[in-house]
């Protein structure tokens, strides 16, 4: 669910720091660049080639530039931006819900969140993603990161910080649906690894055509510090590596690797080490007015529960998305298919149903309308085949 620059919202971007870097939304920079947000989404928060582009250069035009608003302190070592760069994003929906009992809630607002973002110096950019509400709660951080572009002049990136590992492959948070990307949230039995936030280092490169990102993070998620004041308690840490090529025009292909290791104990039990390794492929195929995405990976978890002599956990599963949408038109339609099986019911896919699932299966299809273009409106149905239900959302996404 909503979870969680340049110009074109502009742009807000995460560069994630690899080739094709993934931007979040941040309409500081339209204000900053006197532009509209479409120079970079089409429609929000969706990126453009444009957005790509300029989310991949640290939120500016060209490689090396330095920022723009940056006040003269008579200090070449200080670039110290002439405003506080601030942006916000609030998302509102209204859902009924049939299986069991027909329901209606209105979640307004769903989420609030904080936005900054942008180049320090011609080689050094950050983001920062604060949840000042979310599901009626007070939030907390979700990105906060710092990147270094064109490390010693090599076409290498490096990202420390607070980031999600989905991004480098398909972003969430720039996401057309209400509906997830369930796979990048599926965590098995007690093992809190997953493909969203997480605390470490984060390389990326464009080398040869192909874009390569390669990670080292904690592998215990966004969770608050202990008493002992660690946020990893763990001497263990997780591995990921992505690279994708585009193979032909409009068809791009990827191919995942993640490894890592968790510590816990079942209650009672002596303390043992979930060994945690996936494997997957993703597509892009673009024909304009059409765009498919999809994506595939096989987990394995040796101990999800930290039980000595439970059998590993082998999950399957992935999504494909359809986008029907023109360059440049206000309307867009979207179809989102998620699936995914576990060999036994440890399945959380963390999406607000119930928990203990060994099957997760989902058919979602909806359009939208951009009434500006910070303003986005759209409604969806998604069928639950586990539960046999039905959900429908109207809902709006607007930033400023």
């Known amino acids: ?58 939120y500016r035009f060209g490689a090396g530039q330095g920022p723009t608003d940056t006040i003269a302190t008579g200090d070449p070592l200080l670039a110290l931006p002439s405003q506080l760069r601030l942006a916000m994003r609030l998302d509102a929906y209204a859902a009924a819900y049939t299986g069991g009992r027909f329901a209606t809630d209105f979640q307004t607002p ?37 990147t270094w572009n064109d490390v010693a002049g090599s076409p290498v990136s490096v990202t420390v910080g607070q980031f999600q590992l989905a991004d480098p492959m398909f972003a969430r948070e720039q996401r057309l649906e209400y509906q997830d990307f369930a796979i990048y949230r599926a965590r098995i039995g007690d093992a809190p690894m997953d493909l969203t936030y ?39 840490k997780s591995f990921l590596l992505h690279a994708s090529r585009a193979v032909a025009p409009g068809l791009t292909l990827g191919a995942l690797g993640y490894a890592g290791r968790q510590r816990g104990a079942a209650t009672g039990g002596p303390t043992l080490d979930d060994d945690v390794t996936m494997l997957g492929g993703d597509v892009t195929v673009a024909a304009s007015p059409l765009t498919l995405r999809a994506q595939y990976i096989h987990r394995e978890d040796t101990r999800p529960t930290f039980t000595a002599g439970e059998p590993t956990a082998v999950t399957d599963g992935g999504f494909g998305e359809l986008l029907l949408h023109r360059p440049g038109s206000r309307w867009y339609g979207v179809a989102l298919y998620n699936l995914i099986t576990t060999s036994k019911p440890l399945l959380d896919v963390d999406l607000g149903g119930p928990t203990g699932l060994s099957r997760y299966e989902t058919l979602t ?36």
């Open 198 to 236: 997480d605390r470490g280092l984060m390389l990326g490169a464009d080398l040869a055509g192909f874009g390569l990102t390669a990670a080292v993070v904690n592998g215990n998620g966004s969770v608050a510090a202990g008493n002992n004041g660690r946020l990893d308690d763990d001497p263990n």
């Open 110 to 146: 769903y989420s609030l969140k904080l936005i900054s973002g942008g180049p320090l110096t011609g080689q050094l950019s950050y983001y920062v993603y604060f949840l000042l509400s979310e599901q009626g709660a007070t939030g907390d951080v979700e990105d906060a990161f710092l």
């Open 365 to 400: 299809g909806g359009g939208g309308y951009l009434m500006q273009r910070n303003v986005r409106v759209y409604g969806e149905a998604t069928w639950d085949r586990g539960l046999q239900a039905m959900q429908w959302t109207l809902g709006l996404t607007m930033a400023f």
């Open 1 to 58: 669910m909503p979870t969680r620059p340049k110009l074109r919202w502009i742009c807000g971007g995460l560069l994630t720091l690899a080739a094709p870097a993934r931007a979040r939304a941040i309409p500081a920079f339209a204000r900053l660049y006197h532009a509209s947000c479409s120079m970079c989404h089409d429609p929000i928060p969706r990126l453009s080639a444009f957005g790509e582009r300029f989310a991949a250069n640290g």
